[in-house]
């Protein structure tokens, strides 16, 4: 018996060449669609693969060769074997969109848990068009095999990156997201548990209860703490505490539509050596807001994320939403008032799960 398997674009090319090829007697054991390999054929269409057998009397046969020679009783039972696997599909078959049917029912389902983590929708047509173009058809897309698909895919999406030891990082964002406590919690972090000698400097002198706050825990700490009203006090701040391993900047809040206000704090970063200035979002920040402000606070060329207020959602998507639109990497996470111990480096595998709605 002689099998051979056929790349070709559809089924009416694969019958002509196994006609022309195997002869009339020819089986057709089983036909899928797949990728050829390589890189070419990872960015090409996919093939018909046809796999066909034929009993040695066919025109393979050596001419030589008598057609009463009678098959052994292994090539018998393998015969056998694909005519099963025949019968199998031609079952399958005969339930005409049944499975597919199926599939379609669990992206829709994973779709609507992935709304209402409030992921921007071009990302979930993203997500749902790889699988369904990738996998579909291949595999059989369960409730368990589309969520592990996803999971993959989001970490591949997100972006983390270890602790840095720039000597100077500045917290920036809007009103209310938690950029002080957040602070308050890296200088003990580096300090307690890193043995660094830090620095605070506050350019935060419109609330006079974000210099309060930062005074007691400087106070309770032993931290050195600065108060800048102008860019030249920035310069001299810095070099007070230049017998500092790292050096941490507290900014004032400002109104993401308040675009002078934001350009006014711009222009006392632009007076800073090259340092990590890490942008602070609200995890129950909208969609639409997180949109508006990457954007208008792009003047302060923030390289670095922080998400704040964890413990305050139920919904975490803007985490992947807020690399997806910056596509900086996401440092750390905080996830309560305590200090210090409420912040913690974001981790793409507990990121991809609060996502998923795999962790308690």
């Known amino acids: 018996m002689k099998i051979r398997k056929y790349y070709v674009r559809d089924m009416k090319e694969g019958m002509l060449r196994i006609r022309e090829e195997l002869g009339p007697e020819a089986v057709i054991v089983q036909s899928r669609k797949v990728r050829l390999k390589g890189l070419k054929g990872f960015f090409a269409p996919r093939k018909m693969e046809i796999t066909a057998a034929v009993e040695n009397n066919s025109r393979f046969k050596e001419q030589n060769n008598t057609y ?206 090259p340092a990590e200035i890490f942008m602070v979002i609200s995890a129950t920040t909208k969609a639409r807001d997180l949109k508006l402000i990457c954007e208008n606070f792009r003047c302060m060329n923030y390289n670095r994320l922080i998400f704040t207020k964890l413990d305050e959602t139920d919904s975490y998507g803007i985490l992947l939403n807020g690399v997806y639109l910056t596509g900086l990497p996401l440092i750390y996470l905080s996830t309560g008032q305590n200090v210090p111990d409420d912040i913690c480096l974001a981790d793409k595998d507990k990121i991809s799960s609060l996502i998923l709605g795999e962790e308690e």
């Open 68 to 273: 009463e020679i009678e098959l052994g009783e292994k090539i018998r039972e393998e015969l056998g074997q694909l005519k099963a696997a025949v019968s199998r599909l031609a079952a399958r078959d005969s339930i005409p969109g049944e499975i597919k049917e199926k599939e379609r029912e669990e992206l829709k389902r994973w779709r609507q848990r992935l709304q209402q983590q409030e992921l921007f929708d071009e990302l979930i047509d993203e997500l749902m068009e790889e699988i369904k173009h990738g996998l579909l058809g291949e595999i059989q897309l369960t409730e368990e095999v589309v969520g592990l698909i996803l999971r993959n895919k989001i970490r591949k999406r997100l972006k983390t990156a270890p602790e840095k030891s720039s000597s100077i990082q500045v917290l920036v964002g809007p009103t209310g997201v938690g950029k002080t406590t957040t602070l308050v919690k890296m200088a003990v972090r580096y300090a307690l548990y890193q043995g660094e000698k830090v620095g605070i400097i506050t350019i935060d002198h419109y609330r006079i209860g974000a210099i309060e706050q930062l005074q007691t825990y400087a106070d309770i700490t032993g931290l050195p703490l600065e108060v800048v009203m102008t860019p030249k006090d920035l310069q001299q701040a810095l070099e007070k505490l230049s017998y500092c391993q790292r050096i941490l900047i507290d900014t004032a809040g400002r109104s993401t539509l308040n675009l002078a206000h934001i350009q006014e704090l711009a222009n006392y970063l632009g007076h800073l050596p």
